[in-house]
């Protein structure tokens, strides 16, 4: 079973033998291929290293400029490092790695707060159990380092741990898990990290009666109400990244949960989570990238220990394996990662997917080419979590390259989560492939919507139709429909785009398309996209009489550090209505595209 309706139900069913051993790692499990020599340098650079500092002045930056990155950074930093000792500790037993390790504890154990201050009030209410992702995280790593290394820790350190772990977080559940938000978000990743991390940390944590068996119930129902939000398709919402994020939280608590009722309760039964592990599946964009609408990088990594666990307890297990043995995944920040893996791998036998609840399709020509073509579609409403203005948005990635791209995930800061958001062209429509009418686009909320009107098959072409009339405010539009047909009769396949758009009046009506590649030139509507491996052919068919400016995005920064530059193209004519027809060739070699 995946859900239970008492904590007397999970009392019934746990297995006492089974929590007088360690729950994460078991020794006959151990996978003989763990990084052990990369593990024991990393440590010992750490046991003489300076510990990062999450000083009082990051805190209060964040407030004053918004900027979130000084203080966040070593306080990840820091809880990295302290697992990292922890696994060190339980490979070799050297005393240096358990001295530093227990220093990095005692540290965080002093912290003010877990939390990140872009999750807090200004001024602190020191009377509030304040828990945000972050200090749930917190909170399931130390569960983890007692869980395994108990008989090590000195009695100051294992105590320190389990009164912290009571004192702000599972009393604070236990009273009223509804005093946090997150924990009826069912729409949110948040939901899923939190409720997981909570639930994780407890069993690790070995929470006493009352508080494990109400900490369960409240968690196991919350996050199968979360898993009810994943599409039929197993889609979520937010995108690989949250996805992953969500999952993965999630997925260590139900791992845990299935160990110490002996696979009494099983949250991985839930009919979604069986199949969602086909959503990193499709989206993957050879060689090492995803599709990456909303808030999500391009090169999102997965964590290995969801892969591990998707893989052992769901039907898609074998398509998993495949795209595991595709891509680097993010190693070494579990002690699950340290069990033997699955092996058995399957190519995916479906080439496209449409995943209705969100309104996305994927499709590629073939699983084998790593450089053949892949088109992205996505549809939705502009009232989504970490939305972005971008209904009717696509991706073109072939050659290894998204040559019609998203720019995916800017910088976190606090105006990027708050007013100025729709400011900012990672968010806003300047950002993405879309419609402009007198330089405006798509309105902002649930309200402005598209939609996947047809999809139709076939072994040369598929084309996906959209309506996204009613994504932009009704007093200019009547009617906007975009048609994106996906050739498959060639090597490197092609891309036809075809916007029709019906105003109320004449106005300024462009058809944007956003760049990523050195932009050549040939004529007035002929382009060149050049990439590493292969080029794009870009032809403006339509309108005849368009104007095409070439724009420029300068100095975007994105969430992972780095300022880019990026071009765009925009098809102009002033008129009520406009057809705009553009074709997208793929070609290695000149004599191709004649």
């Known amino acids: 079973m995946y859900n239970v309706s008492s904590p007397e139900e999970i009392n019934e069913v746990f297995s006492i033998e089974a929590l007088n051993k360690p729950i994460l790692l078991k020794e006959d499990e151990i996978r003989e291929d763990i990084p052990k020599d990369e593990i024991i340098s990393l440590c010992e650079k750490l046991v003489s290293a300076p510990m990062p500092e999450a000083k009082y002045s990051y805190f209060r930056e964040f407030y004053i400029t918004g900027n979130r990155t000084h203080y966040e950074t070593p306080h990840r930093l820091k809880r990295a490092n302290m697992y990292l000792l922890a696994m060190g500790t339980f490979l070799t037993g050297r005393e240096d790695f358990l001295l530093r390790l227990q220093d990095y504890i005692w540290d965080i154990c002093n912290e003010v707060t877990w939390c990140y201050p872009a ?152 009919p979604k989570l069986q199949i969602t592990g086909l959503f990193p599946v499709h989206c993957y964009l050879p060689p090492g990238g995803f599709v990456n609408f909303g808030d999500c990088s391009y090169e999102a990594k997965l964590n290995r220990d969801l892969v591990i666990l998707l893989s052992k307890y769901t039907k898609v297990g074998k398509e998993l394996n495949w795209l595991a043995s595709q891509i680097e995944m993010r190693e070494l920040e579990n002690f699950r990662c340290l069990r033997k893996e699955e092996k058995i791998l399957e190519t995916p036998k479906d080439t496209s997917m449409h995943f209705h609840g969100i309104d996305w399709i994927v499709t590629r020509k073939s699983w084998e080419d790593k450089l053949g073509p892949v088109l992205a579609v996505k549809a939705g409403n502009n009232g989504e979590p970490h939305n972005q203005l971008d209904v009717g948005h696509f991706i ?199």
């Open 396 to 594: 073109f990635h072939v050659y290894g390259q998204s040559f019609l791209h998203d720019l995916g995930a800017g910088i976190y800061t606090k105006d990027y989560f708050r007013e100025g958001r729709y400011k900012n062209p990672f968010c806003n429509a300047e950002g993405h492939s879309l419609i402009f009418i007198d330089g405006e686009s798509e309105g902002i909320g649930k309200d402005f919507e598209g939609k996947v009107v047809s999809y139709e098959v076939s072994n040369d072409k598929e084309v996906v139709v959209l309506d996204l009339t009613r994504a932009y405010p009704q007093k200019k539009v009547e009617k906007i429909t975009r048609k994106l047909q996906f050739l498959k009769n060639r090597r490197d396949g092609g891309l036809i785009l075809e916007d029709e758009v019906l105003l109320r009046d004449a106005g300024r009506i462009e058809s944007r398309i956003q760049i990523n590649g050195l932009l050549e030139r040939l004529g007035d509507k002929t382009f060149i996209i050049k990439g590493r491996y292969g080029n794009l052919f870009l032809e403006i068919k339509e309108p005849v009489d368009a104007a095409v400016e070439v724009g420029e995005l300068k100095g975007l920064e994105f969430h992972d550090g780095s300022i880019k530059d990026f071009n765009f193209l925009n098809i102009v004519i002033f008129s009520r209505e406009a057809r705009f027809y553009v074709i997208f060739t793929p070609f290695r070699e000149r004599n191709e595209i004649r």
């Open 119 to 270: 999750h807090l009030p200004e001024e602190l209410n020191y009377n509030e159990p304040y828990i945000d992702l972050f200090a749930s995280m917190t909170a399931e790593q130390l569960a983890e380092i007692l869980d395994i290394l108990s008989d090590k820790l000195d009695r100051n350190i294992e105590e320190r741990i389990r009164y912290e772990l009571r004192r702000r977080i599972f009393i604070p559940f236990y009273e009223n898990p509804d005093r946090y938000w997150w924990a009826n978000a069912y729409w949110s990743n948040w939901c899923a990290v939190c409720c997981g991390a909570v639930g994780a940390s407890a069993i690790a944590g070995r929470v006493e009666e009352p508080y494990l068996s109400k900490i369960l119930l409240d968690v196991i129902q919350r996050l199968n109400r979360y898993l009810d939000y994943f599409d039929n398709e197993g889609g979520w919402v937010e995108g690989i990244g949250y996805w992953n994020f969500g999952l993965t939280h999630l997925s260590r608590f139900a791992d845990s949960l299935y160990r110490v009722t002996d696979g009494k309760i099983n949250i991985f039964e839930h």
